[in-house]
C-alpha cells in the first residue's frame, strides 16, 4: 500500500482488499479497478461493457508512469467508470492470463511490454490493445482519453466489427497455443546441438557479449547451453567449442564489470537499454538473480574462474540482505524507482563518493568510472570496472588479493551510505517458482562455494513453500499479506520439482525425492496434453479462459515444460522407472523442430537434448548418519567438477534400498562413500577424496 495514499482522504477501491504488492499500489486510485474474478466478469456481462484490462507488475517504472499520468487522474479516471468494467493484474501472479493477453497485443501491434492495456468484450475476447498510453498524443501514440472516448463511441456504434475482429483474433491465439507432432518422428541427435549453436553464434555480439542489440537481457540459458557445448566432457566441434567458449566468457565478463551489475551491493538489474552494459533498467528481480547466479557458479566450476564465483557470493548475499521474508521465503523484486526517479538510489556523484572514502575516493572513482560529467542523467553515475580486473590489478601495481581487499572495503562502506537513501519499493509477494529457482541457486551456492548459510536458506525457504504454498497436496501459485491462492502452474511444478531433486543430492532426507515424485505425477495428471501430446500452462481444473496456453520457450525464466523434461529424466534415473523418461522424449520430439530455427528462444530445450544424448554419470552418496560435518568433504569434492550431466543421490544407510541407485549399496568402513556408475559401467566404490578427485576430473576432462 501507499503510505501517502492511505493516510488520504482518497476513498480505496476493491484493490485494498488484495494481497499483492502491485494492486495495492492502485488501490487508492480513483480509477473503479477490480481484481480479475467472478464479480468483475459478471458486471461486465450484466451491463454489456468491455472491460478494460490492464496488466503490470509491482517493479516495472512504465506502470508507475502511467499511473500517475492517468489512472490518478479524475477525469480519465471518470472517463473508465462511466464506460469499462476495469480490471487489474499483476502478471506475476496471474501469469495466465499475462500469456494469452500479451499474444493478442503482440499480434495487434507487433510488440510487447508493460503496461499492458487490453479492451476485451464481456466473453473476454480481445479487441484492441496497446502497452503504454500517455496522457495526451505524444510520439505517435493516442492520448489515453482520447482512446478511452473514441472505444467507447465504436462499442456503441460498431458492435458488429468488433464482434468479428475480436472472434478472428481469438481464433489466432488458439492456434498459437495448439502444438502437434511432426509428421516424421524427429531424430534427436547431436546435430540438434550444432544447428542450435550454430545460430546462437551468428547473433552473439563479439565485442560486448549477450546476444543482439539494445536492449539486452542476460540470456542465461544460451550462456548455459554455450558452456555445456564448450565443456572438455562434450562431444562437440573443436572449432565450435571455440566459439561457444568466447560466447559465455565475453559475455559473463562484460555483464559483470557493467552497470547492469550492482557493483557495490551485489546482484544484477533486469537487463541493460545499450548495447554495452552500462545504463540497466534498473529494477532487480529474483527470478534473474537466481538464474545468473546458477550460471556464474558453473562458469567458475568450468574455467575456475574466482572472480565469477565473487559475483555469484555477491548475488547470494545481496538475496539474503534485501529479498528474505523473515519466515525464510523470497520476495520476487525491487523497484527500479525511488523518489519517483529510475535509478536514483544507486547512482553517484565524485563528491558523494569522497565524502564517504576520503582519500580513496580518487582510486576508485577511476576504477568504477565515476566522473563529473556522469553517465547517466544529471551528471550522475552507474559503477561500472572501466576494464577487466586483470587489467587493473596491472594498472595500480596491486596484486589480485590486495586489489579485491581495498575494493571490498571501499563498497562495503558505500554500501552503508547507500542504505541511507530513500530505497526502491519492494514487491512482497513470494512466488513458488522464483522461490525454487533461487533455493537451486542457494543449493548450488552451497556446494561450491562451500557456504554453509547457503544450504540453511535453501532449506528454509523449501520448508516456507511447504508450510505456506501447499494446500491438499497441490502447490499454489503466490502467497502475501500472510495468505496463499491460485492454483499453481506448470512452472511452480516444474521448478520446484527440480529443486526437491537438487536438495536429494546434498541431503539424505528421503522426503526431497518422494515429494518430487508425488508432485511429478500431478503435474502429469494435471497438465499434459492427452489429445496432441505437450503440457499446457495452467491446470485441468483452472478457471476456463478464451484458450488455455502452453508453455513452449524461454522467455525471462526457462519454460515450464523444458524444466519438466529435466526432472523427468532425472526421477527416471533416481527410480528407475521408464514412463518418465518415455513422457521426457515425447517433449523433446514434439519441440525439436523449434530448437533449431529460434534456439534462442529454446535454448533450456537444447540443454535438455544434451543431457538426455550425453554419457550417463550416475553417483549415490552413502553415509553413516544425517551430519553434516562428516558429510560436506565428500560433497564439496563430488561438486568441484563442471560435470552438468550427473544425477547425485544421497542417503544415510538406513534409507539405502530406496530405489536403483542406493539397493544394495553401503558406507566403506562407516565413512561416507561414493559409488559412481558412467556409461552403464560401475567403479569400486570409493570414501578416499583424493581418489573420488581423481576419478571425476578424469570424468570431467575427457568426453567418452
Not at 476495469?86 to 501472479?93: A, F, Q, S, Y
Not at 500517455?134 to 472505444?151: A, E, I, N, T, V
Not at 520476495?331 to 563518493?353: H, I, M, T
Not at 513422457?583 to 537444447?606: C, G, I, W
Request: net charge negative; glycine share 6%.
Amino acid at each position: 500500500m501507499k503510505p501517502d495514499r492511505a493516510g488520504s482522504k482518497t476513498k480505496p477501491n476493491r484493490l485494498v482488499n488484495e494481497t499483492s504488492t502491485y494492486l495495492l499500489q492502485h488501490a487508492y486510485n480513483p480509477v473503479d479497478w477490480y481484481a480479475w474474478g467472478a464479480e468483475a466478469l459478471l458486471k461486465a456481462r450484466k451491463e454489456d461493457k468491455p472491460i478494460l484490462l490492464s496488466i503490470g507488475y509491482a517493479a516495472c517504472h512504465w506502470c508507475h508512469v502511467m499511473e500517475h499520468e492517468s489512472f490518478e487522474d479524475e477525469a480519465t479516471a471518470k472517463l473508465m467508470n462511466e464506460n469499462f468494467v476495469n480490471i487489474k493484474v499483476d502478471r506475476e501472479e496471474r501469469t495466465d492470463l499475462d500469456e494469452i493477453y500479451m499474444k493478442a497485443v503482440q499480434m495487434m501491434t507487433g510488440h510487447g511490454g508493460w503496461p499492458m492495456t487490453v479492451f476485451l468484450t464481456p466473453e473476454l475476447k480481445p479487441f484492441f490493445g496497446g502497452t503504454y498510453f500517455p496522457p495526451q498524443d505524444r510520439h505517435g501514440l493516442p492520448g489515453f482519453k482520447k482512446l478511452l472516448m473514441g472505444l467507447t463511441q465504436a462499442w456503441k456504434e460498431q458492435r458488429d466489427e468488433i464482434a468479428k475482429s475480436s472472434d478472428e483474433l481469438t481464433g489466432h491465439m488458439r492456434l498459437m497455443d495448439e502444438i502437434t507432432k511432426p509428421d516424421v518422428e524427429p531424430e534427436l541427435d547431436a546435430s540438434l546441438l550444432e544447428l542450435g549453436t550454430d545460430k546462437l553464434s551468428r547473433i552473439f555480439d563479439h565485442i560486448w557479449g549477450g546476444f543482439g542489440n539494445a536492449p539486452k537481457f542476460p540470456h542465461t540459458f544460451s550462456l548455459n547451453l554455450a558452456m555445456r557445448y564448450a565443456a572438455p566432457s562434450s562431444k562437440g566441434r573443436a572449432a565450435r567449442k571455440e566459439e561457444c567458449e568466447e560466447i559465455f566468457n565475453t559475455s559473463l565478463n562484460k555483464m559483470a564489470y557493467g552497470g547492469i551489475h550492482d557493483q557495490i551491493g551485489g546482484g544484477f538489474a533486469r537487463y541493460s537499454v545499450d548495447r554495452q552494459w552500462l545504463v540497466p533498467h534498473f529494477e532487480k528481480m529474483l527470478y534473474d538473480n537466481a538464474l545468473l547466479c546458477k550460471t556464474y557458479l558453473e562458469g567458475f566450476l568450468l574455467t575456475k574462474r574466482t572472480y565469477w564465483a565473487d559475483v555469484a557470493r555477491g548475488i547470494l548475499d545481496f538475496v539474503l540482505r534485501e529479498l528474505t521474508t523473515e519466515d525464510g521465503g523470497f520476495y520476487s523484486s525491487l523497484d527500479a524507482d525511488s523518489e519517483g526517479e529510475e535509478g536514483k538510489f544507486y547512482v553517484w556523484e565524485p563528491s558523494e563518493v569522497k565524502a564517504v572514502l576520503g582519500s580513496d575516493a580518487e582510486w576508485f572513482n577511476e576504477v568504477f568510472g565515476v566522473t563529473e560529467q556522469g553517465n547517466f542523467e544529471h551528471g550522475k553515475s552507474i559503477f561500472h570496472l572501466i576494464k577487466s580486473p586483470e587489467e587493473l590489478t596491472q594498472k595500480y601495481n596491486m596484486s589480485h588479493e590486495d586489489f579485491w581487499t581495498k575494493v571490498r572495503g571501499c563498497s562495503q562502506k558505500l554500501l552503508q551510505e547507500r542504505s541511507r537513501r530513500i530505497r526502491p519499493g519492494r514487491d512482497e509477494k513470494v512466488l513458488t517458482s522464483w522461490n525454487s529457482l533461487m533455493i537451486t541457486a542457494f543449493i548450488e551456492g552451497y556446494r561450491v562455494l562451500k557456504e554453509p548459510k547457503y544450504l540453511e536458506a535453501a532449506m528454509r525457504a523449501t520448508e516456507f513453500i511447504f508450510n505456506n504454498l501447499v494446500k491438499d497436496g497441490r502447490l499454489l501459485r503466490t502467497w502475501g499479506q500472510g495468505k496463499a491462492k491460485l492454483n499453481g502452474y506448470l512452472d511452480d511444478y516444474s521448478y520446484f520439482v527440480q529443486t526437491l531433486l537438487d536438495l536429494a543430492e546434498v541431503d539424505t532426507n528421503p522426503k526431497w525425492i518422494e515429494e518430487a515424485e508425488r508432485l511429478t505425477n500431478i503435474l502429469l495428471e494435471q497438465f499434459w496434453d492427452t489429445k496432441d501430446g505437450g503440457l499446457f500452462y495452467t491446470s485441468a481444473d483452472h478457471e476456463e479462459l478464451v484458450t488455455r496456453p502452453k508453455s513452449h520457450y524461454d522467455g525471462a525464466i526457462p519454460s515450464g515444460s523444458s524444466v519438466a523434461v529435466f526432472g523427468l529424466l532425472r526421477l527416471a534415473k533416481i527410480t528407475g522407472k521408464k514412463q518418465y523418461e518415455e513422457r521426457a522424449v515425447e517433449l523433446l520430439k514434439l519441440y525439436s523442430p523449434f530448437m533449431t530455427r529460434v534456439p534462442d528462444q529454446f535454448s533450456n530445450f537444447l540443454c535438455a537434448i544434451e543431457f538426455y544424448l550425453a554419457k550417463e554419470t550416475e553417483v549415490a552418496c552413502l553415509f553413516k548418519s544425517d551430519s553434516k560435518t562428516d558429510a560436506e568433504p565428500l560433497l564439496f569434492n563430488l561438486f568441484a567438477h563442471y560435470l552438468p550431466n550427473k544425477v547425485v543421490l544421497c542417503s544415510n544407510e538406513a534409507n539405502s534400498s530406496n530405489g536403483p541407485l542406493l539397493e544394495g549399496r553401503h558406507t566403506l568402513d562407516g565413512k561416507p562413500t561414493a559409488y559412481i556408475c558412467s556409461n552403464y559401467t560401475c567403479d569400486a566404490p570409493v570414501n578416499d577424496i583424493k581418489k573420488l578427485n581423481d576419478r571425476l576430473e578424469a570424468l570431467a576432462s575427457s568426453p567418452s
